[in-house]
C-alpha cells in the first residue's frame, strides 16, 4: 500500500489533552504530558493520533471556542510543546492530525471583536449577521444545539448574529471569500509545521443558506444521525436551510486542493445532519474531496444486531468510493462500555467483542483515550459539572463531561497519576482498578488485549483493503463477510448474553485471533455470551 494512503483502514487514537496527562502539576493535562506518555500510545499500534483543540481559548467550550488559530493556549503549553509533539510521534511512526473548529471562533477572537464594532469595518461580514424582524425578534426559528435560539442580539450593531453552538461561538461566514481564504492559511500554518492532517469539526455546518429561511418541523424525531437527543429542541426540526448547504462541498475541495501539496497528510470529518450517511458519501466520494468521514450513527444508544446491520449496510450503499471512518466513543458522549452495555452493567467480555466489531469492519477507526481500559462513564454530580451543554439540560442530559475525566495511569497514586494536584474533573474512583498501571500487568486485561488485536490487524490485508457484506442477523447475532480477492472470512458476533449456535452451511476453518472465542466445528460455530470469531471459507 502506498503509505500516503495510510489512512485507508488507519487507526486514530484521540487524545484528549484536557484529560491524558497533567506534566506541570496545574490540574490540567498539557502538550508535553502527551511527549511524556507517547511511548504509551505507540504501544497501542495505532497510525496516528488525533488531538482535540489545543489552541488559545477563553475555553467557555473547552478549546472548541478558538480566538487564535495559529497559537497554543498557555494552558497546555507553547508553540515550541507542540513541535514536541510532532517529533516524539514522528520518530516512532505516529501521525499526528489536530482539530480544525472552522465554523466559529470564539467571540473574544480579533476577527469578531471588529466585526461587531460596526457594520462597515473591514471584518464586518466575516460573522453571520441579520437584521431583527419588524417587532424586534430574531431573524428566524433557527436552532443553537446547545438549547435556544441560535440568534443573539449585539447592540453595537444593532444586528443579531448566528451561533449554532454556544452564543460565545459565533458563526463564521463562508459566503464570505476572505474568510475561506484566511482559514485555508491558517491550516497550512500547521502543516507546515508538520502535522499530518485534520479532524474537521462540525464539517457540514460551515454555510448557511443566504435567504436565511426557516427550517420546517421535524415530525419523525429520533435519536441518531444529528448528534443530539430526542429531548433536544433542535431535533424537532429538519435542518434544511442552516447546514449542509450545497456550497460546502466546493469549499472541502479547497481544503483537498491544499493537502494534495502535503503528500501523506488526510482529512477525518464529523457529519452530524439529517442525512448523514448520504452526506457522508458526498464528501468523501471520488478524489478531489475529503479523505474520509464518521456521523454520529454509532454514537447512540442504538447497539441491536439490526441497527448495526443496517448502518452497515447503509454506509456499504451510499458510500461507494468514498470512506468510512468508525468510531463508537468520543469526547462528546456517553462511553460505550456504558452506552452499550446491558443493564447498566459493563462487561469486559461485550467490551471485547465490540473491540472486535469496530477493528475489522471496512473503513478507518477513530478510538478515544479510555476505551482500551474499557472505561466507563464516570459519575458526577450537579455541582462537579463545568460542560455547559450538561448544566443547560441537567438532570435529563448530564453533559459530556462524565466521558472527559482523566485518564487513571496509577491506581496507587494520588488522582490516578494523572496529575500531583486536584485534577479540573474529578478522577473517577471506579476508573482507578482499570489504570495502566494495573493492566500492564495482566496479559489479559482489556488493554493488553487491545494492543494484541490492533498488531493482529496490521498484519491483515484483507481488512484494510478487502469488501464487506453482512449475511445475517437476529435477536443477539450479527454476521459479515470480509472479502479480499478470492479469500473469504466471516466474522461472527453475539451481543447477547447467552451462548448460540451458528450454521455456516459452507466448511470454513477457524483463524487465530487474540482473545476470540468462539469454537468452530465443521459446518458451526459455537459463541458463548459476548463471543466473537473469524472464519475463513473453505472451497
Not at 475541495?253 to 448520504?278: F, K, M, N, W
Not at 454509532?298 to 471512518?325: A, K, N, Y
Not at 491506581?411 to 482507578?432: T, V, Y
Request: proline letters at 5%; glycine letters at 8%; one cysteine or more.
Amino acid at each position: 500500500m502506498n503509505r500516503n494512503d495510510w489512512w485507508r483502514g488507519g487507526v486514530i487514537y484521540q487524545v484528549y489533552p484536557r484529560s491524558f496527562f497533567d506534566s506541570n502539576g496545574d490540574g490540567v493535562g498539557d502538550l508535553l504530558g502527551v511527549v511524556e506518555k507517547i511511548d504509551y500510545i505507540a504501544s497501542l499500534n495505532v497510525d496516528a493520533i488525533w488531538l482535540s483543540p489545543f489552541f488559545t481559548s477563553p475555553m467557555k467550550d473547552f478549546g472548541y471556542d478558538v480566538s487564535d488559530y495559529r497559537g497554543v493556549d498557555p494552558l497546555f503549553g507553547t508553540l515550541e510543546d507542540f513541535k514536541q509533539v510532532i517529533d516524539v510521534a514522528h520518530a516512532r511512526g505516529i501521525r499526528i492530525l489536530i482539530d480544525q473548529v472552522l465554523n466559529h471562533s470564539s467571540d473574544q477572537h480579533a476577527w469578531f471583536k471588529e466585526s461587531r464594532s460596526s457594520r462597515d469595518n473591514d471584518k464586518a461580514d466575516w460573522y453571520v449577521w441579520a437584521d431583527p424582524k419588524d417587532d424586534g425578534t430574531v431573524p428566524n426559528n433557527w436552532l443553537s444545539v446547545f438549547g435556544g435560539a441560535a440568534w443573539t442580539w449585539d447592540s453595537r450593531r444593532k444586528q443579531y448574529y448566528l451561533h449554532n453552538f454556544l452564543s460565545s461561538q459565533p458563526d463564521l461566514n463562508f459566503h464570505c471569500e476572505a474568510v475561506q481564504q484566511q482559514l485555508l492559511e491558517d491550516m497550512e500554518f500547521w502543516l507546515k509545521l508538520g502535522v499530518d492532517g485534520f479532524r474537521l469539526d462540525a464539517a457540514n455546518f460551515y454555510f448557511h443558506d443566504r435567504e436565511l429561511r426557516d427550517n420546517p418541523p421535524n415530525h419523525d424525531i429520533r435519536e441518531g444521525s444529528i448528534g443530539v437527543r430526542a429531548d433536544n429542541p433542535y431535533a424537532f426540526q429538519k435542518h434544511v436551510y442552516d447546514k449542509t448547504q450545497p456550497e460546502n462541498l466546493d469549499f472541502l475541495r479547497r481544503i483537498r486542493q491544499l493537502l494534495e501539496r502535503y503528500p501523506g497528510s488526510a482529512t477525518v470529518a464529523e457529519i452530524g445532519c439529517d442525512h448523514s450517511l448520504s452526506t457522508m458519501a458526498a464528501y468523501t466520494g471520488g478524489s478531489d474531496t475529503l479523505h474520509m468521514a464518521y456521523s454520529f450513527d454509532l454514537l447512540t444508544e442504538q447497539c441491536s444486531p439490526g441497527f448495526l446491520r443496517h448502518t452497515i449496510d447503509c454506509v456499504e450503499r451510499e458510500l461507494v468510493d468514498g470512506w468510512p471512518c468508525w468510531s463508537i466513543g468520543n469526547h462528546d458522549v456517553v462511553r460505550v462500555m456504558s452506552r452499550w452495555a446491558l443493564a447498566n452493567q459493563p462487561d469486559l467480555a461485550r467490551g471485547r467483542m465490540f473491540m472486535a466489531m469496530l477493528l475489522t469492519m471496512r473503513g478507518s477507526v477513530c478510538l478515544y483515550q479510555g476505551e482500551e481500559l474499557g472505561l466507563d462513564e464516570a459519575e458526577l454530580q450537579f455541582e462537579q459539572l463545568v460542560d455547559p451543554y450538561g448544566i443547560r439540560f441537567w438532570p435529563e442530559f448530564k453533559g459530556r463531561d462524565g466521558c472527559r475525566t482523566p485518564m487513571p495511569w496509577h491506581d496507587q497514586d494520588q488522582h490516578g497519576g494523572f496529575s500531583r494536584e486536584q485534577p479540573w474533573l474529578p478522577m473517577a474512583d471506579r476508573h482507578l482498578p482499570m489504570s495502566v498501571a494495573a493492566q500492564e500487568q495482566d496479559p489479559n486485561s482489556m488493554l493488553n488485549i487491545y494492543r494484541r488485536f490492533l498488531a493482529w490487524r496490521q498484519d491483515q490485508r484483507l481488512l484494510i483493503e478487502g469488501s464487506m457484506r453482512t449475511v445475517y442477523h437476529d435477536d443477539a447475532l450479527l454476521v459479515y463477510e470480509r472479502r479480499l480477492d478470492d479469500e473469504v472470512w466471516v466474522c461472527l458476533f453475539n451481543l447477547g448474553d447467552s451462548a448460540r449456535h451458528f450454521d455456516l452451511s459452507a466448511p470454513v476453518e477457524g483463524l487465530d485471533v487474540p482473545s476470540a472465542s468462539a469454537v468452530f466445528e465443521g459446518h458451526g460455530v459455537h459463541l458463548p455470551a459476548h463471543g466473537f470469531g473469524f472464519a475463513r471459507r473453505l472451497g
